[in-house]
């Protein structure tokens, strides 16, 4: 249900002088009025929240509470936002909330909070939250606080002589019929309205002039350059619109067994599932068709599509090609469909990519808010996520052990490996944050080394037990939590490295007569980034994805033996993939199972070398909120069925 409180001061302003400014006598000054909504208790009762629209309902442990201190906007400290006294209260631009323990950072926020359990559960969302802030909602197991005017802001409330405050928030008890996140509707409300010509017949208003003739013909001048010719928004949204359409299909098969197909032209009541290739088919068709648009259409995208970062039509066409690459590419869900993928047509879309001409990488620009990079938020900070110790161990098998040695970590490397290197990196006060060693001429680009090899307590999980941190995007060089180490500035959605190394792969999968070109793929990171000796020097010993990867020192990590052409693609794959989303896994996902090392000379044990571990899904049933929404059964991937059957 919707809420609205309303709270109003019934006394008289008093105008003096006949001005109408802040602090009139008539005024009330209000330090806190907060409305507590509290559930029938349970011992099982838990916290969840969401911060906006694009943040995904998620348990927040204890306590979840968000502070919106002023708009978020730019002007945040403007003299229209000054109080009684000519001063702005607000401390700090946007908002702060606290969520798991982790404090968060951002510019404005709607969020919603859910607690308790079962039928008893109760969630609260506020649909203005940001635009009449200050305003505040904090919530623990046993009740939801909704602040209309918080006790955290800045400074009291001021409520003039006459005036009203009305605050509006929405409640559900239970389970949330309309959406499958509680109260996800009250972010965009279903809104009736009638045709714009339906108001124009019916005489509800004339149409619009443009005033004098010639003012007439500029006007008609500027429209027809919006919606005609090569710099039209039309065919730029057309385009754009194709490419997130085919990105969004592309996940959609690559992660699940079904899905919907759905665009503009689709009637939502005949929707039905389809399954895993035909939504492959669709995105590769919707990517196509986008292509065809970049390549015929001369437009730049606006610097807000990805916060900071325009693209031209020839960079967008490219950016179509590599994502058609990766939708077939990174659609096998095991070595056994691998067979089955058409090669030959993903070099050809690989050859047209980002990496062909003019290489372009496509990032955007993280804010820690409504743009945030959640794997570099995690993996590119040295106190937190680390280099799994299966990849640490290929970077430098002489002294990275694979598993982690839990007494005593694993020492400082000396990697061939440019992009590790003696694993130095930042000052001395990067070394007094984050027990570094300062870096040196040996650093390397992508690595570095830390004595503190357990980031966080062993329940947590192994990826946090690793001597390796992964500083490759960190601009600052030195963990600045005002960029990349603060979920701030340029991040990495896919590079052209990434259609490179997808584009050897199709080559070698076509046969040992791609070999030569498929070396020169390599190389562009292997020697150029790496250091490392030209992968051409394996041609003669082309190998199989069998082979599992190369090591830094030439060796294959299963057995010690040479290193093949497919070994040294492997590796590079290991090493570029990073930070690249769920690139790495569909990578994992389609190699066999490779199990080796424990030879002589190696200083691990028998381990898993490449492919994913048993047990591990291979990909995603359709969410249970919205099986649970449509009545249907509860299914899951995994365990001894770890992906549906090949359609």
């Not at 095991?334 to 990496?355: H, I, K, L, T």
């Not at 006060?429 to 570095?448: E, N, Y």
């Not at 992964?470 to 959605?493: F, L, T, W």
Request: some cysteine; hydrophobic content about 40%; charged content about 20%.
């Amino acid at each position: 249900m919707e809420t609205a409180a309303e709270i109003t001061n019934p006394r008289a302003a008093k105008h003096p002088g006949g001005q109408w400014d802040l602090g009139d006598p008539g005024s009330v000054l209000i330090r806190d009025l907060s409305i507590h909504i509290k559930p029938m208790p349970r011992d099982d009762a838990d916290v969840w929240g969401s911060l906006d629209a694009g943040d995904h309902m998620e348990p927040a442990g204890e306590r979840f509470a968000v502070h919106q201190e002023s708009s978020g906007g730019q002007q945040w400290q403007h003299v229209n936002h000054a109080s009684r006294d000519e001063s702005v209260p607000a401390r700090f631009r946007g908002f702060r909330a606290i969520r798991g323990g982790r404090e968060v950072a951002g510019l404005r926020a709607t969020p919603i909070a859910s607690i308790g359990g079962g039928d008893t559960r109760i969630s609260v969302a506020l649909p203005y939250f940001w635009e009449v802030f200050p305003k505040a909602i904090e919530a623990d197991a046993h009740q939801c606080v909704v602040s209309m005017f918080p006790r955290a802001s800045g400074d009291v409330h001021e409520l003039q002589g006459g005036e009203r405050s009305t605050f509006t928030f929405a409640v559900c008890f239970g389970r949330d019929t309309v959406t499958a996140e509680p109260l996800g509707w009250v972010r965009s409300p279903l809104r009736v309205a009638a045709a714009s010509l339906a108001y124009r017949q019916a005489g509800a208003w004339a149409p619009m002039g443009a005033g004098s003739g010639p003012s007439a013909e500029g006007y008609e001048a500027l429209i027809n350059t919006a919606i005609h010719g090569p710099e039209s928004f039309k065919e730029r949204r057309e385009t754009i619109d194709g490419v997130m359409q085919g990105a969004s299909l592309m996940m959609l098969s690559l992660n699940y067994d079904k899905a919907y197909v759905a665009d503009e032209n689709t009637d939502p009541l005949s929707l039905q599932y389809m399954n895993r290739k035909e939504v492959r088919d669709a995105a590769i068709a919707k990517l196509q068709e986008a292509i065809t648009l970049a390549n015929a259409n001369e437009f730049t995208t606006p610097v807000t599509w990805t916060n900071g970062k325009s693209y031209t039509n020839l960079q967008i066409a490219q950016i179509a090609n590599t994502m058609a690459a990766m939708t077939l590419a990174y659609y096998p869900r095991d070595n056994s469909e691998v067979g089955s993928v058409d090669w030959a047509q993903v070099a050809s879309f690989a050859s047209e990519g980002m990496s062909a001409g003019s290489p372009v990488d496509f990032w955007f620009v993280a804010d820690n808010s409504a743009w945030s990079h959640e794997v570099l938020a995690w993996f590119g900070e040295i106190d937190s996520g680390r280099l799994h110790t299966r990849v640490s161990h290929l970077l430098d098998p002489a002294t990275q052990k694979d598993p982690w040695p839990a007494t005593q970590g694993n020492p400082q490397p000396n990697s061939l490996d440019k992009r590790l290197g003696d694993g130095s990196f930042g000052d001395a006060d990067t070394q007094k944050s984050f027990k570094t060693t300062p870096k040196t001429a040996l650093a390397g680009t992508d690595f570095a080394w830390t004595a503190n090899g357990q980031a966080m307590r062993p329940d947590r999980g192994q990826y946090h037990q690793s001597n390796l941190a992964y500083i490759r995007y960190d601009e600052s060089g030195v963990q600045d939590p005002d960029q990349q180490y603060g979920n701030k500035g340029r991040m990495p959605a896919i590079n052209a490295t990434l259609n490179d190394l997808i584009w050897a792969e199709a080559l070698l999968r076509q046969g040992a007569g791609n070999a030569a070109q498929a070396a020169t793929l390599i190389d562009k990171t292997r020697v150029v980034r790496g250091g490392l000796s030209s992968s051409a020097a394996a041609i003669g010993n082309i190998g199989a994805d069998a082979d599992g990867p190369c090591m830094s020192n030439g060796k294959l990590a299963k057995d010690g033996t040479a290193c093949s052409l497919w070994s040294m693609l492997l590796y590079e794959q290991e090493i570029e993939a990073l930070a690249l989303g769920p690139a790495p896994f569909y990578q994992q996902r389609r190699l066999p199972l490779i199990i080796g090392g424990g030879f002589a000379g190696d200083n691990s044990p028998k381990r898993v070398i490449a492919g994913l571990l048993p047990g591990t899904p291979h990909e995603m049933p359709v969410p249970a909120k919205e099986l649970g929404v449509k009545g249907e059964a509860l299914y899951t991937w995994g365990g001894s069925k770890p992906n549906s059957a090949a359609p």
